[in-house]
């Protein structure tokens, strides 16, 4: 797998609201748990199969309307980041390069 694409470390801050990654390539990726939340790529939230992989970038840049914990956070193989939420919802696994890609799409839009 790309250095891109492979995590050296995962830390979740619940009270700060944040989902950080550092990869293998240097690159730090800081994301809100709002976001990932509102996020969720399972296909129950995305509203079927064709639209999962597809996320709204701009609900990473608001102000969060909802707080979310994340209860357990785990590597699933080395490909996904299964994430069971305090709201009970675990549907989702967030592929290494769909977070990789969320970071980057928010980073383009605070240009």
């Known amino acids: 797998m790309e250095k891109k ?10 009270s700060e609201q ?7 390539d240097g690159y730090k990726t800081v994301l809100s748990l709002f976001g990932l939340r509102k996020n969720c790529p399972c296909v129950s939230c995305r509203g079927g199969h064709e639209l999962m992989g597809r996320f709204e970038p701009s609900l990473f840049l608001v102000e969060p ?6 209860v357990k956070a785990e590597p699933i193989g080395n490909h996904a980041l299964k994430i069971k939420w305090s709201d009970g919802h675990d549907a989702g696994m967030y592929r290494w390069e ?9 980073q383009k839009l605070k240009k």
Request: proline share 3%.
């Open 5 to 14: 694409y492979t995590p050296v470390s995962i830390d979740v801050g619940n």
């Open 18 to 24: 944040k989902l950080t990654i550092e990869w293998g």
């Open 65 to 70: 309307t909802q707080h979310f914990e994340v």
């Open 98 to 106: 769909l977070i990789r890609h969320m970071d980057e799409s928010v």
